[in-house]
């Protein structure tokens, strides 16, 4: 980012105009895990995460909470300057790592968990691909699915993620029982076995560790109990899914939030069929994937659908994203 970009994006007195004319808006960020050791996936470093948060303050950025930030937006008050923190699925390093910055800073953060992992029970199917694609030998492999070939290069570690890439996107279009027979296939080629509960690269926290840091300010929110996309699932295994997973939190946790949280979350993994479902469970929003800041009529007019953005990997983009200017783009988007 140019100095003058950077200017543009950041400068009170433009921002204040610019908000005059569009209204407040808010940025609810999400992040997923830290960065981990074998470059398996982008994960976020925590020195880097800091480096935001400092970055936001001395900007005058207010941080709320998720419970909070819709709370006030249905309520109709303006969400101006504000942003959120949102982390999804509960896995160990989040605590370890994540968490602790946020807190240290008072960004109050959320963090959806979900709930077969936490209690041990299983472990997400997208993670049970990466495990596979990370783990086996280097090659070339063969699928077949519907009848068609599919290649898998897992040469090298490049190649490795964007195969984890390819098979999750194929088993975002099927249905739950073909997801599992996706996964005992990809087994079978790549002669690795996932293993029935989670190995230590995608360890989960625990109840008491969520209780622990939930008395210094943390969250915990629904991210159901499978995480599998609404869309791969019928809408008693999607009722079945709210009511354990709200449950389990309600028994474990003395406040969980009121918000939900859609298992990936972008237009493909649920649609506006799906919201009146979660609202019949007895959550008061739901957010998404739907990278895009959000505002107070847009939470009221749509809050089982708010829009998230992902957390970004330098200064400059977290600058650009919660700036007026990135409202206004997705404005007129």
Same mark, same amino acid.
């Given at each position: 980012?140019?100095?003058?970009?950077?200017?543009?994006?950041?400068?009170?007195?433009?921002?204040?105009?610019?908000?005059?004319?569009?209204?407040?808006?808010?940025?609810?960020?999400t992040?997923?895990?830290?960065?981990?050791?074998?470059?398996?996936?982008?994960?976020?470093?925590?020195?880097?995460?800091?480096?935001?948060?400092?970055?936001?303050q001395?900007?005058?950025?207010?941080?709320?909470?998720?419970?909070?930030?819709?709370?006030?937006?249905?309520?109709?008050?303006?969400?101006?300057?504000?942003?959120?923190?949102t982390?999804?699925?509960?896995?160990?390093?989040?605590? !370890?790592?994540?968490?602790?910055? %946020?807190?240290?800073?008072?960004?109050?953060? @959320?963090? &959806?968990?979900?709930?077969? $992992?936490? *209690?041990?029970?299983?472990?997400?199917?997208?993670?049970?691909?990466?495990?596979?694609?990370?783990?086996?030998?280097?090659?070339?492999?063969?699928?077949?699915?519907?009848?068609?070939?599919?290649?898998?290069?897992?040469?090298?570690n490049?190649?490795r993620?964007?195969?984890?890439?390819l098979?999750?996107?194929?088993?975002?279009?099927?249905?739950?029982?073909?997801?599992?027979?996706?996964?005992?296939?990809?087994?079978?080629?790549?002669?690795?076995?996932?293993?029935?509960?989670?190995?230590?690269?995608?360890?989960?926290?625990?109840?008491?560790?969520?209780r !622990?840091?939930?008395?210094?300010? %943390?969250?915990?929110?629904?991210?159901?109990? @499978?995480? &599998?996309?609404?869309?791969? $699932?019928? *809408?008693?295994?999607?009722?079945?899914?709210?009511?354990?997973?709200?449950?389990?939190?309600?028994?474990?946790m003395?406040?969980?939030?009121?918000?939900f949280?859609?298992?990936?979350?972008t237009?493909?993994?649920?649609?506006?069929?799906?919201?009146?479902?979660?609202?019949?469970?007895?959550?008061?929003?739901?957010?998404?994937t739907?990278?895009?800041?959000?505002?107070?009529?847009?939470?009221?007019?749509?809050?089982?659908?708010?829009?998230?953005?992902?957390?970004?990997?330098?200064?400059?983009?977290?600058?650009?994203?919660?700036?007026?200017?990135?409202?206004?783009?997705?404005?007129?988007?």
């Amino acid at each position: 980012m140019s100095p003058l970009a950077k200017f543009m994006h950041s400068d009170a007195r433009i921002e204040h105009f610019f908000s005059a004319l569009v209204g407040g808006w808010a940025t609810i960020f999400t992040l997923h895990r830290s960065t981990p050791p074998n470059g398996s996936y982008e994960g976020i470093d925590p020195v880097f995460l800091a480096e935001c948060l400092t970055y936001a303050q001395a900007q005058g950025y207010e941080f709320v909470s998720l419970d909070e930030l819709v709370e006030r937006a249905l309520r109709g008050d303006s969400l101006k300057r504000c942003l959120c923190f949102t982390l999804d699925d509960g896995f160990a390093d989040q605590l !370890d790592v994540l968490i602790p910055v %946020l807190l240290r800073y008072n960004a109050k953060p @959320t963090l &959806f968990v979900i709930t077969d $992992l936490v *209690d041990g029970v299983d472990w997400p199917w997208d993670n049970q691909l990466a495990y596979m694609c990370w783990h086996a030998q280097p090659g070339h492999y063969v699928l077949e699915v519907n009848a068609q070939p599919v290649s898998i290069d897992l040469t090298n570690n490049e190649s490795r993620k964007k195969s984890r890439r390819l098979l999750t996107r194929m088993a975002k279009e099927m249905k739950r029982p073909e997801i599992i027979q996706l996964i005992s296939q990809v087994q079978n080629v790549l002669h690795v076995d996932a293993p029935p509960s989670a190995p230590v690269e995608y360890q989960p926290t625990t109840w008491q560790q969520l209780r !622990d840091y939930e008395s210094q300010g %943390l969250r915990v929110g629904c991210h159901t109990k @499978t995480h &599998f996309t609404f869309s791969a $699932l019928s *809408d008693e295994e999607i009722m079945h899914e709210l009511n354990f997973s709200k449950q389990r939190l309600i028994d474990e946790m003395m406040n969980p939030s009121a918000i939900f949280c859609y298992p990936s979350g972008t237009q493909k993994d649920f649609s506006e069929r799906h919201e009146p479902l979660v609202q019949r469970a007895g959550f008061l929003a739901a957010v998404s994937t739907l990278s895009k800041n959000t505002c107070t009529k847009a939470i009221q007019a749509a809050p089982y659908r708010i829009q998230r953005i992902g957390m970004p990997q330098t200064l400059n983009h977290f600058i650009r994203y919660t700036s007026w200017f990135e409202y206004l783009r997705g404005r007129m988007g």
